[in-house]
């Protein structure tokens, strides 16, 4: 009777355990995704300033550390998508190319989250509501200059997301009327608080005159030509109005935060680019910004090397084939190293500062890097 009672009470035990592992089932798969969802928005598991983040020795890295879970993406509201889009460690990247649409459409085709938002139909809806509830008149005396910036880029951030084809379609007549309303506002607050400089008042003034997607055009004062070794004319802007000084404060921030592997060489700036540098003058006192160097890899000028060249020596040109969209200048190479780890560069990080950095360690894609030399 007594190895009944104990059959019993074992098999009882068995049963409750089965039900706790089904009942606690949807809890322990959640808690094993990367990430957290805190009222549909998601937490980023690795973020800058951790020590796993420093720890990071390349882009690729970070971006991976940063994709949402699909299972988490799926569920997620299209106002949490918005917050989660705009906190996305890497979305200042956008201000490391030659225009800010470039920026965008580089970012956004390496995160999820972002390829997502662009999808929901009632993404542009979220985004004008958001949009219209900041204004360059929050920005407070008793902020510092970091601060400041950072307020200024974050509404541009919403701009630029605002200026995508896809939002802009999923709005109504009288919502873009709103936006064009809303857009001339912010653009006489930006104007006279001061805190923008053109590179972000033009995000601004293209909403209000309805031109909805940015171009290198918007932000020209005037063209000129420099020209390569061989002669052949190379078109470039010069006169681009600078960053204001609370704007330069948050790039600095900025990057150190996301890049802390990296070394600031000299400040931001935008009256040059990675082109301009690498291809035509590195000095920092240049004031031509270059949005193709094609001419000098074409013409002779320059002979190819291949994209993991044998021979090297300092001062080689670096192109970023992938996206053809960034330069450097090499500085040395450490072949104990995969990959374009070991291999140092120098480069203008957009409108942020000029950079020394490992080839994989930047904005850009650095799955095929063309070397020239003379």
């Not at 019993?8 to 990367?34: K, T």
């Not at 799926?74 to 949490?80: A, F, L, V, Y």
């Not at 053109?198 to 290198?216: H, N, R």
């Not at 000098?296 to 021979?311: F, I, R, W």
Request: glycine share 6%.
């Amino acid at each position: 009777m007594k190895k009944h009672i104990y059959w019993y009470r074992y098999i009882s035990v068995v049963i409750l355990c089965l039900m706790l592992v089904v009942a606690l089932s949807p809890v322990l798969h959640a808690q094993s995704l990367q990430g957290m969802v805190t009222t549909d928005a998601y937490v980023f598991p690795v973020t800058p300033g951790s020590a796993e983040w420093k720890a990071f020795t390349s882009h690729d890295e970070m971006l991976e550390a940063c994709q949402i879970p699909e299972a988490i993406l799926r569920e997620m509201s299209t106002e949490s998508l918005v917050e989660t889009a705009l906190g996305y460690p890497l979305y200042g990247d956008i201000w490391a190319y030659n225009s800010p649409q470039q920026g965008f459409e580089a970012v956004a085709a390496q995160f999820n989250g972002l390829a997502e938002l662009l999808t929901r139909k009632d993404a542009g809806k979220v985004l004008l509501a958001k949009y219209s509830r900041m204004s360059p008149l929050d920005i407070e005396e008793k902020w510092n200059d970091t601060q400041k910036g950072t307020y200024s880029f974050d509404i541009a951030n919403i701009e630029i997301l605002l200026s995508q084809e896809s939002i802009l379609s999923s709005l109504t007549e009288l919502e873009l009327g709103d936006l064009r309303n809303d857009a001339m506002k912010k653009l006489l607050a930006k104007q006279n608080v001061g805190i923008d400089g053109q590179l972000t008042i033009s995000l601004t003034s293209q909403l209000v005159e309805g031109i909805f997607k940015s171009s290198d055009s918007s932000l020209a004062y005037y063209y000129d030509y420099v020209y390569t070794p061989a002669g052949t004319p190379v078109q470039v802007i010069m006169g681009l109005t600078e960053l204001t000084p609370e704007q330069k404060a948050a790039a600095y921030a900025w990057v150190a935060a996301v890049y802390p592997n990296a070394t600031v060489e000299a400040g931001p700036t935008s009256n040059y680019n990675c082109h301009s540098y690498a291809w035509y003058n590195q000095s920092t006192s240049n004031t031509r910004w270059m949005n193709s160097p094609a001419a000098y890899m074409t013409d002779g000028s320059y002979v190819y090397h291949g994209t993991y060249p044998y021979y090297w020596r300092a001062g080689m040109k670096m192109f970023y084939v992938a996206e053809g969209s960034h330069s450097a200048i090499l500085i040395s190479v450490n072949f104990d190293y995969a990959g374009y780890d070991g291999w140092i560069c120098r480069s203008k990080w957009g409108a942020y500062p000029l950079m020394r950095h490992a080839a994989s360690y930047s904005p850009y894609n650095s799955i095929v890097i063309g070397f020239y030399d003379r």
